[in-house]
T-cell receptor
């Protein structure tokens, strides 16, 4: 089973800054890795999915990378905005049946 | 845009009572999941369901829990004899993955269970 860790637990940045969120996982035979956003009291919104055969995915100001050999994924957010404030979660699976989550990084973007 | 829907959004129950949480996954999805998130803690995997049977379950998913797909659209989580520590947000998710490729997990908004 994947064990997923996210660092840092919390991050505060001024508006406009570029930032990187980190995710590490234990099983290099990862099947897929997905990044989510969670607003307080809300569900999880999918941001990006990276399949094991891929190295990165991009959507707008977001770019996620996957390095299986080092057991790491990063989520890069360009030109951060106050509306980006949320908790960002990564989840990794060794198959379709079992995606495991990290504890998340709580991001605050200050105006 | 298709979405996963969950009911109820919030349920309050007395300890020892049975609870059924309901989910309608996205219609062409094949894999269904339940996760839970205790307040302030990480999202925890409970169970996955594929082809009308449980594919995998975590150590949390003991005999107190059961899942069912009673018809072609609903996916339910039953918690028998609820305990105080079952208080959490329960999330349903679905995935259109095929055998050869992983799919994107889509989550519902969650059902908040409060056990008194």
């Amino acid at each position: 089973k994947q064990e997923v860790t996210q660092i840092p637990a919390a991050l505060s940045v001024p508006e406009g800054e570029n930032l990187v969120l980190n995710c590490s996982f234990t099983d290099s035979a990862i099947y897929n890795l997905q990044w989510f956003r969670q607003d307080p009291g809300k569900g999880l919104t999918s941001l990006l999915l990276i399949q094991s055969s891929q190295r990165e995915q991009t959507s707008g100001r977001l770019n996620a990378s996957l390095d299986k050999s080092s057991g790491r994924s990063t989520l890069y957010i360009a030109a951060s905005q106050p509306g980006d404030s949320a908790t960002y979660l990564c989840a990794g699976g060794s198959n379709n049946n079992d995606m495991r989550f990290g504890a998340g990084t709580r991001l605050t973007v200050k105006p | 845009e298709p979405e996963v829907t969950q009911t109820p959004s919030h349920q309050v129950t007395q300890m020892g009572q049975e609870v059924i949480l309901r989910c309608v996954p996205i219609s062409n999805h094949l894999y269904f999941y339940w996760y839970r998130q205790i307040l302030g803690q990480k999202v925890e995997f409970l169970v996955s369901f594929y082809n009308n049977e449980i594919s995998e379950k975590s150590e949390i998913f003991d005999d107190q829990f059961s899942v069912e797909r009673p018809d072609g659209s609903n996916f339910t989580l039953k918690i028998r004899s609820t305990k105080l520590e079952d208080s959490a947000m329960y999330f349903c998710a679905s995935n259109r993955a095929g055998d050869l490729s992983p799919g994107e997990l889509f989550f519902g908004e969650g059902s908040r269970l409060t056990v008194l």
